[in-house]
Structure formats: structure tokens, C-alpha cells
């Protein structure tokens, strides 16, 4: 396990160097391909071995080679804080905290390997909360095409991963069950029906809340804060996005079931994670989206960024339905705790929220699952 958590730290921090650019040229609609890393002082190209995570940082002792212009001490501690992540993330998932979802040992794979697509899974979310975050605290936004893409794939990275599993509400009933003589039988359509038929109304109201929520962010904001034609258009087109790739993902959803109506346990189990994720992420869009309309109309001010409520649709897929609850609610205490203080401190900073769902959804990782089992599995039986 030490291997395999070291090896992961030392790839962490050279992701870690790639999120730098990712975080710097992101909000400024350049590409994080071309051009390779350079001085932003003099323009000269930094060399490969300059490059390296961390080292290259001290041995040019936060300077460029060329022109000794001093680069930001930010990028050597976020190379060290994503390896740090990777490391713990792996860790994480090793040490059965965040096990593989079981889908995986039943298709054949050895548990090494099993946890290894586990991983990939989970770090792929950790490397999405830091760039949202970073990008968060710097420009007050949350990139499309960070939070478009992710929404897009977060159901299927999700998957990998029991993460969204381990909460008390479970839906492997929904499509596993067993008879009186013990056998197992599997209900394919009647889960797609159940999961498939939420997710729909869900989509559908969503796309009929339209022109109330125009209603509302041109009404009850003020002047500086209403929705002008093109915040609207872009809204809209955000949620034309976001039923479309849950369409997909249904789509996918149905391929499964059809599958594990044939009593393929393989493609239940794995539908039943899909599920979970599917339903996660229209929580996750849900619960902000209505948080934004309701805050609205009550403090007639606007109370919710929309890049908020695309940014925790995706931390959905890996939490579940619960948990993405439970990171809410970690974000909202987290916010209090540092907010308020900075409050009364007199502090001119705002932090957005973002960084405080990033919180959350740690917290819900790791406390939710027993939280939610100590609070809410008495209520459920």
C-alpha cells in the first residue's frame, strides 16, 4: 500500500503543475495545451526540467532562469497539495474507506486492479474541486467548460467508485431482490422505470421552471443584479445542456438495465451505481437551483450563483442523492465558521461558495457516510 500511495502523491504533484495552468489560463479562455509553460515576464519557454513539480520551483528558487523575475510561491504549494491529495485519495480508497463499486470485482477484475479504476475515479473528483476552487477564489466564477464537461462525465467516473453507496438511502432494492427460496431476482426494467422516470420529471420541470426563474432574477434583484438578455441566454442554454447530458446518461442507464434483465448480475450492479450517480447530480443541480429561487424572492437580493449550482450537479454523481445533501449542509457550516468571523473581523474578502462546497463535499466523504448511518438508517427500517 506505502508504494502505491507514493507513487501516487509524486503523479499528484506533477498533475498538480498541469492544474497550475489549468487555474491561470481557464478564466482567460486560452488553451491549456499550446503554448507549453512560460515566463509571463519576458515570454521565454520554461525548460523541461525547470519544469519539474516542486524541485524545479526550489532550484531556481521561485525565479525565472532568464530575466529573475519571481514566480508565485502558489504554484509550488499547489504542486505539494495535489500530491498531498492524490496521496490520500488513494489511500483512501486501499484502506476500504472508499472502496471500488462492486460491480468491478464481479466483472473479473483482481482487487489491485479493481482499486486502481477506483482511484482514477476518485481522483479525477479531487482534481475538479481544486481547479473550481482556485479559479473560484481568483475570478468569482466557475468556467463552463470545467463544470459543463464534468456534468457530462461525473455520472461514469462515479461509477468506479462505491463512494455514492455507502449513504443510508439504497436503491440496490430497486433492482435486486430475493424470493422467498433465496433466489436472486433482477428487475432491470422496473429500476429504469423508477430511476429513468425521476430523472425525466426532473428534466421536464426544470425545463418548465424556465420562465419563472426569468421572472424572478429580472424582478426581485436589484438594479445591479438583475439578469440582463444574454445572463438569461446563457442560463438557458445551461440547462438545455444539462438535460441533455442526462438524457445520455439515461440512455446509458437503459443499455444496463436491458442488460441485467437478461440476469446479468455484472450489469445490475452497475447499473444500480449509475443510478445513484444519475440521481446525485439532479440533486445536486436541484437543491441549489432551488435554494437561488427561493433566496431570491426572500432576500430579494441574487442568493446563489448559477456557476454554484453547476458545479455541485457533477460533485452529485460521486456523493448520491444523500450525500450530496450532506455536503450542502458542510458548506453552510463551513461558511459560517469562516464567514462570520472575517464578519465581525471587519474583512473586505467575500470567499464564494464554491470553495465552500470543495469543503463540503470532503466532509461528506469522510463523516457522511457514518453520519448518515448513525441519523437516518433508524428512520429508514
Known amino acids: 500500500m506505502l508504494f502505491s500511495i507514493v507513487v501516487a502523491g509524486l503523479f499528484g504533484a506533477f498533475v498538480g503543475s498541469f492544474l497550475n495552468v489549468c487555474v491561470h489560463r481557464l478564466p482567460r479562455n486560452e488553451s491549456v495545451v499550446t503554448p507549453a509553460s512560460r515566463c509571463y515576464a519576458c515570454g521565454a519557454a520554461v525548460r523541461w526540467h525547470d519544469n519539474l513539480p516542486i524541485l524545479g520551483w ?4 521561485g525565479r525565472c532562469r532568464f530575466c529573475g523575475s519571481p514566480f508565485s510561491i502558489r504554484y509550488l504549494l499547489i504542486e505539494a497539495l495535489v500530491g498531498l491529495f492524490s496521496a490520500a485519495a488513494v489511500w483512501a480508497v486501499q484502506s476500504g474507506a ?4 462492486p460491480w468491478l470485482t464481479a466483472a473479473g477484475l483482481a482487487p489491485w486492479m479493481a482499486q486502481v479504476v477506483a482511484g482514477t475515479g476518485l481522483l479525477l473528483l479531487v ?3 481544486v481547479v473550481a476552487t482556485l479559479i473560484d477564489l481568483d475570478h468569482y466564477i466557475i468556467p463552463d467548460e470545467l463544470t459543463k464537461s464534468f456534468q457530462l462525465i461525473a455520472p461514469f467516473a462515479a461509477m468506479l467508485l462505491d463512494a455514492n453507496r455507502l449513504f443510508a438511502w439504497d436503491s440496490d432494492g430497486w433492482m435486486v431482490s430475493r424470493s422467498v427460496f433465496g433466489e436472486l431476482r433482477v428487475d432491470g426494467l422496473g429500476y429504469l422505470a ?3 422516470g425521476m430523472a425525466g420529471a426532473a428534466c421536464a420541470l426544470l425545463l418548465l421552471s424556465l420562465p419563472a426563474a426569468r421572472y424572478i432574477y429580472s424582478t426581485y434583484c436589484p438594479e445591479s443584479e438583475r439578469w440582463r438578455s444574454e445572463d438569461h441566454l446563457g442560463f438557458r442554454w445551461g440547462v438545455l445542456w444539462f438535460v441533455l447530458v442526462t438524457v445520455v446518461q439515461i440512455g446509458v442507464l437503459a443499455l444496463l438495465c436491458w442488460r441485467a434483465g437478461r440476469d446479468h448480475l ?5 447499473a444500480v451505481s449509475l443510478g445513484q450517480a444519475l440521481m446525485g447530480s439532479l440533486v445536486g443541480w436541484g437543491s441549489l437551483y432551488l435554494v437561488g429561487l427561493i433566496g431570491t424572492i426572500t432576500f430579494r437580493r ?14 452529485g454523481a460521486w456523493l448520491g442523492p444523500i450525500g450530496v445533501v450532506f455536503a450542502f449542509f458542510g458548506a453552510a457550516v463551513a ?6 468571523p472575517m464578519l465581525f473581523l471587519g474583512g473586505k474578502r467575500v470567499i464564494p461558495f464554491g470553495p465552500y462546497l470543495a469543503v463540503g463535499t470532503i466532509l461528506a466523504l469522510a463523516v457522511g457516510p ?3 448511518r448513525a441519523l437516518l438508517a433508524p428512520l429508514m427500517h
Request: aromatic share 10%; glycine share 12%; charged share 10%.
Open 58 to 61: 526550489l532550484i531556481l528558487k
Open 194 to 196: 423508477k430511476v429513468g
Open 266 to 270: 455484472v450489469a445490475a450492479e452497475a
Open 302 to 315: 441574487n442568493a446563489m450563483g448559477f456557476g454554484d449550482v453547476k458545479f455541485l450537479a457533477p460533485i
Open 98 to 101: 472508499l472502496p471500488p463499486a
Open 127 to 129: 482534481w475538479f474541486l
Open 370 to 372: 457514518a453520519a448518515c
Open 335 to 340: 461558511g459560517s465558521l469562516i464567514g462570520i
